[in-house]
């Protein structure tokens, strides 16, 4: 059976197909509509009805999109507002006549990584986005653990310590969660610049800065410090309670050489001594392994509703 996986975004729409070994086919992009939910709703069918047409066949449908999922299946997305306080996958299955299974889009990213990506071979893997925005999902044996509320992995949210806003004399930012000082606010790409412009009183983009650490410039390096020092007792965090083995890193920030080679040693430095650190691994499957995430939980919807 051919598994469907989608990935929406606030700006795009990817379509993939995949075969029962998770090996992609094809895909393709559309832009996302994020102001009107019929549309929405038209525009996912479409090309999941396309995906039919290149298969001759009626695959599973696995949907991750940004936004949190509660358990009762409605959507809360600031990138597609249209889809807030909707069910959507209900909405979707009445369309589809199959059945249709949907997460938070950095889960999908985590459990892709878990499931024969970079972090294949360890029971505990935390998957983490540093992006645009700063967000993940912790699994155990392949599979998520129990989301709840749909806010497990959300690490982002975490709050800066006051140890570091007052280390580097950080402004407490308001978040777009509506919460003060979280560290996505710092973190992701947004972020960077936050801190570019306090430390060196210059305005730089994350693009700008990932290139000046590579000429080893000495105002990109003393950015790079305190970045680390916030993302390292941040995953310091995570190591306390969810005791990852392996932290796999995805997204943009994730390419940067220097953020990956020395996170051990900044999570170290916020860990008890004597405790190890989980190991830290880029992505197997990068920009693909959202919507192979959502291949995944389409897959096993579709096998547990006997599709």
């Known amino acids: 059976m051919a598994v469907y996986g989608l990935d ?3 700006t795009k729409i990817e379509t993939a197909i995949f075969n029962n070994n998770l090996e992609q086919q094809q895909s393709w992009r559309i832009t996302t509509p994020t102001d009107d939910y019929q549309q929405f709703l038209q525009a996912i069918y479409q090309q999941v009805l396309k995906a039919d047409e290149l298969t001759s ?59 024969g ?18 967000a993940g999902g912790m699994c155990i044996d392949g599979t998520l653990f129990n989301q709840g509320l749909g806010m497990s992995g959300e690490y982002g949210h975490l709050p800066l310590s006051a140890y570091l ?34 430390i060196t009183q210059s305005p730089k983009s994350a693009i700008e ?34 005791h990852p083995e392996v932290i796999v890193l995805g997204g943009g920030l994730s390419l940067i050489d220097a953020i990956v080679e020395k996170l051990p040693d900044a999570i170290q430095t916020h860990l008890f001594s004597g405790f190890a650190v989980p190991d830290v691994k880029r992505a197997k499957f990068g920009d693909s392994s959202g919507v192979r995430g959502a291949a995944i939980i389409g897959s096993v919807h579709a096998n547990s509703n006997g599709s």
């Open 8 to 10: 929406i975004g606030g």
């Open 57 to 115: 066949s009626q695959g599973a449908v696995g949907i991750g999109m940004p936004g949190i999922i509660n358990d009762e299946g409605k959507v809360l997305s600031a990138n597609v507002p249209c889809a807030t306080g909707k069910v959507i996958a209900n909405d979707l299955q009445a369309l589809l006549k199959r059945p249709v299974a949907i997460l938070n889009d950095t889960r999908c990213f985590a459990l892709s990584e878990a499931n």
């Open 117 to 134: 990506g970079a972090g294949e071979g360890y029971s505990r893997v935390f998957g983490a986005i540093v992006g645009t925005g700063a």
């Open 165 to 198: 806003q007052q280390k580097y004399q950080l402004p407490v930012l308001k978040c777009g969660c509506g919460l003060n000082g979280c560290v996505e606010s710092y973190i992701a790409g947004p972020g960077v610049q936050t801190l570019y412009q306090h």
């Open 209 to 242: 800065w990932a290139n000046d650490i590579k000429r080893s410039d000495e105002q990109a390096l003393k950015v790079l410090a305190c970045y680390l020092d916030i993302l390292g007792e941040t995953f310091a965090a995570i190591s306390k309670s969810l």
